[in-house]
Structures are given as structure tokens and as C-alpha cells.
């Protein structure tokens, strides 16, 4: 493989997972960490990506409100719609972080009148904007390569709670291993944030789907809607709609 497909093959992962390892990039692509260190090195000062410990992260993920770094914008927005839809006057409702909550957090109608939760500091500025949205932030400490809080303040906070609806992107969704990511400590908050919800909404991208990641969030069962950019009668989520209510 050309240098030029692998450092492709690397930024797509990025935009796709938002966060990669440098040792699962080494063996997707059967080549050195050396060789993929070099290539997040050579990305970052390119200005294509941000090189953090051990791998690297998306510039959407981190800087959200640029326009022109978030991936597959139109089809967040377009999943953001959908989602709203679940949301009714009255509810308590607990909301994650990243660009497709963001883009949900823009998409709440003036005069929806709700109880919003949320890890991220960035949906809670969004919502805030909103005349009859009540915003609580949970607190704990601010991760700098995910824009939420983390920490056992904030399970400790999420243990309290019993909300109707959790809303959350995922890093990797499929039939068999459920809700999976790369991060322990967003592994450790997400089980937190399902285990004090009456119902689950999981807001994800096609492309994440039939994706897996090395840890385990949640199986499939403890979801009950998937919320894509796709019609809810395409192929491609025939199986998960034998499980849970596709949007």
C-alpha cells in the first residue's frame, strides 16, 4: 500500500471512530508503528489531524464548531432530526457528547419544554440557547480528547438520576457485541448513563454500523432505537430492526 492510501485509510478511520491507536492502525494495515507514527506525525503537521499519546484524534471531534471539520455534517443533522422526534414536553432526558449530539442540541425546537442532562459542556451551551430548556451539566473532570466529563464524580451524579430517554452517538454499533468503544473511561460513563435510563436511543452514522471496537459497552438488547441517516427500510438495517426500533 502507497503512503498516500495508508495516511487515507488513517484519516477515515479517524473522522469515522473520532480517536486511533497507533497499535491497531500497525496491524489493520500490516506495517510498523514506527511507519504509522511517522504517518500521524506527518497528518498532524498538515494540519489534518491531532496527534495526542498513542494515537490521534479528529479536528471535528475537538473543534466541533468550525464548520468545515465535522464529518458526514449532513447526515448528523439528518439523524438529529430524526431523534427529536422521540423527545415529548415533559421528559427528562440524558444527553452524551460529540458532533452528532451537537448537531441534535441545534435541532430542539423553541417550544419543546424539557429536563436536559448531559456530560458534554458543549451540548449544554447549545441547549442553553433554548427558551424552555431546562440544561443541567453534570460535573465531574473535563477529558480533553473526548469534550465530556469523566470520573467517578460523575458516575457517582449518574447514579442518582432516572431520566426517560439517554441519547448517544457510539463509536462502533453491530449485531453481535452491541455498543463498543476504544476508551475505558467513556466505556465506564456510557454504562452509567444506560443503567439510569428507562429507554436507550443510540444516534449513529451508517458507516458505524457492523463496526466493532475493543471494549464493550452495552449488547444490543438494552437498545431501544437506532437512529441513522438511513431509511429505516434499507438492507442494511434489516437485522438490527429484528431487535430494536430502527429510525
Not at 448537531?103 to 442553553?128: G, H, K, M, W, Y
Not at 452509567?192 to 471494549?215: D, H, R, T, Y
Request: hydrophobic content about 40%; overall charge negative; some cysteine.
Amino acid at each position: 500500500m502507497l503512503k498516500e492510501e495508508r495516511q487515507a485509510y488513517i484519516i477515515h478511520q479517524i473522522n469515522l471512530h473520532n480517536k486511533v491507536l497507533s497499535s491497531d492502525l500497525s496491524v489493520q494495515l500490516n506495517v510498523s508503528e514506527d511507519t504509522i507514527r511517522r504517518d500521524l506525525n506527518e497528518l498532524a503537521e498538515n494540519g489534518q489531524v491531532l496527534k495526542v499519546y498513542g494515537g490521534a484524534l479528529s479536528k471535528s471531534f475537538q473543534f466541533p464548531f468550525q464548520e468545515g471539520n465535522v464529518y458526514a455534517k449532513e447526515s448528523k443533522k439528518e439523524i438529529a432530526h430524526k431523534a427529536i422526534e422521540l423527545i415529548q414536553s415533559g421528559m427528562t432526558v440524558l444527553v452524551g457528547g460529540g458532533t452528532t449530539m451537537i448537531e441534535l442540541a441545534r435541532s430542539v425546537p423553541n417550544d419543546l419544554q424539557c429536563t436536559f442532562f448531559t456530560i458534554s459542556p458543549l451540548v449544554a451551551l447549545e441547549l442553553a440557547e433554548k427558551d424552555n430548556i431546562d440544561v443541567i451539566l453534570i460535573g465531574g473532570k473535563l477529558s480533553r480528547n473526548t469534550n465530556i466529563v469523566s470520573g467517578a464524580q460523575v458516575i457517582n451524579e449518574l447514579s442518582d438520576l432516572r431520566v426517560d430517554l439517554c441519547l448517544l452517538g457510539t463509536n462502533s454499533l453491530s449485531l453481535d457485541e452491541g455498543i463498543t468503544d476504544s476508551d475505558w473511561e467513556v466505556v465506564q460513563i456510557k454504562r452509567a448513563m444506560i443503567k439510569c435510563s428507562k429507554n436507550l436511543a443510540i444516534l449513529s452514522i451508517a458507516e458505524k454500523l457492523n463496526s466493532n471496537q475493543k471494549m464493550r459497552v452495552a449488547p444490543l438488547r438494552d437498545v431501544t432505537y437506532l437512529v441513522t441517516d438511513l431509511d429505516p427500510k434499507h438492507p442494511k438495517l434489516r437485522e438490527f430492526a429484528h431487535q430494536i426500533e430502527v429510525r
